[in-house]
């Protein structure tokens, strides 16, 4: 074994042995409108503390709430990470993982990633395709389950505008022609807008939403790195909210400082764009926490130079006074390195009224926090189109007593029924949560 091999084992060893020295209190802390944020930590090696992924046994489902019961909508998917409901109550599933990014994650710490990341479960091949899901007789399985879109680029983001079905690539926003019904579309793609990518590529979802009027699509662009270390060249038009014009494909920056911006949705009650946010790592297991919050156009949150507002990172040279000052901190903090993914507000009658508004978010779950944080999905409610209470847990089990990941949820939606549906990219089964209607009489 070469002399780096074996300070690269001996470091990445250390790493999974690695605790940070925050107290670990237990969540809810780092949750809620205002958290208290503790002192960053910082430390030569991050705390490694990824759970395996082993998947579930046939007879495992995940643990409803009161209320509630899950079962699997469809099964036997291949690493499913988003989805989007049709206006016919179809169910596009995007199949996919990363792209080939030579430059990313090099190094010693590249290495120990990528071990950990395998770990996880999370470096299988990107199947590269968009499942169309059809419960087509109300049981709540999937009856049809067909390829819809292939050979395609590391599909994240769907969004359908009159009869064209944009899907969002790792590098481009294709359009493809959509009639009602359609289980297959083979007709080639149209480029609307190229996207961010390259050979890093560090966070290559791109998730995608329609403004209600289809003039606008809104694009959410992870950033290239943790803190920019590659440099801020590597970060144009990343770490933002972008807004694409339909008409002319021209794109612009709508929001900003947003490490990774994932899932995104209207708020019903108000109709303002909301998003969930990875933040930063490597500051301690209680910072930076991730959180939800509503975005306007110009809003800069504050990364790489701050979190929270105007909470310097002390990692970050040369720092932006004039940016930080008016970095707007977040509306609602989701606990620290919890991964949320999946967003979805409430807008059905089937559960029980107090729901309504509300947003869902699904957790990915943590690599880096002792304890483990997220692996699950949540409800945070909502009052008057405001974050309102305590965030509260509605699909857990993800780990089993081992601590072993069976499964980690990722994109969530409302389907036509008002259930929820959850993607599990590690078991490849998309879930489905119904509330459990009391008998007559009862």
């Known amino acids: 074994m070469s002399a780096r091999r074996m300070l690269a084992c001996c470091l990445y ?13 237990p969540l809810p802390s780092g949750i809620g409108g205002s958290p208290p944020l ?45 989805m989007y409901v049709l206006p016919n109550g179809d169910v596009l599933v995007a199949e996919t993982n990363a792209p080939h990014r030579p430059d990313d994650a090099k190094g010693i710490k590249g290495w120990i990633a990528g071990k950990v990341m395998a770990r996880a479960g999370a470096t299988v091949p990107s199947a590269n395709r968009i499942t169309l899901l059809r419960d087509a007789n109300g049981d709540g399985k999937a009856e049809v389950q067909v390829t819809l879109i292939d050979k ?7 969004a359908l505008v009159g009869e064209r079905l944009y899907v969002a690539n790792s590098d481009a926003i294709v359009a493809y022609p959509y009639r009602d019904g359609d289980l297959r579309i083979d007709a080639p793609g149209v480029t609307l807008a190229a996207l961010p990518a390259g050979t890093i590529n560090h966070h290559w979802t791109k998730s995608l939403v329609a403004s209600a009027d289809g003039r606008t699509l809104f694009v959410g662009v992870g950033s290239n ?8 060249d590597k970060e144009t038009d990343r770490a933002a909210i972008l807004a694409v014009d339909v008409a002319s494909g021209r794109s612009r920056v709508f929001a900003s400082g947003l490490r990774n911006p994932v899932g995104m949705a209207w708020q019903p009650q108000t109709g303002a764009l909301w998003t969930v946010v990875n933040e930063r790592d490597e500051l301690g297991n209680d910072l930076v926490p991730d959180y939800l919050t509503s975005v306007r156009d110009g809003d800069f949150f504050g990364w790489p130079y701050s979190y929270f507002g105007a909470h310097l990172d002390p990692r970050v040279a040369p720092q ?72 509260e847990p509605v699909l857990t089990g993800f780990l089993d007593d081992d601590g072993q990941a069976r499964g980690r949820p990722v994109g969530v939606v409302v389907d036509r029924s ?25």
């Open 320 to 391: 932006r006074p004039d940016l930080v000052a008016r970095a707007r901190a977040p509306d609602y903090a989701l606990g620290s390195h919890t991964a949320p993914l999946g967003l979805a507000f409430y807008d059905a009658d089937h559960f029980p009224a107090r729901y309504r508004s509300g947003a869902f978010v699904g957790q990915h779950g943590s690599w880096n926090r002792e304890p483990r944080s997220g692996y699950q999905g949540v409800l945070v409610p909502f009052v008057n189109g405001e974050p309102s209470g305590v965030m």
């Open 225 to 232: 790195s943790n803190i920019a270390e590659n440099g801020m």
């Open 152 to 158: 395609l680029s590391s599909p994240f983001g769907m």
């Open 418 to 442: 008002g259930a929820l549906l959850v993607a599990d990219d590690v078991g490849n089964i998309v879930w489905r949560l119904r509330a459990v209607r009391p008998e007559p009489g009862a």
């Open 13 to 25: 060893v250390a790493a999974l042995s690695a605790c940070s020295q925050a107290t670990h209190e």
């Open 38 to 82: 503790p002192a960053p930590e910082i430390s030569l090696l991050p705390t490694v503390n990824a759970a395996k992924a082993v998947g579930w046994e046939a007879h495992e489902v995940p643990l409803a709430a009161a209320g509630f019961e899950v079962d699997a909508f469809a099964r036997n998917l291949k690493h499913p990470r988003w």
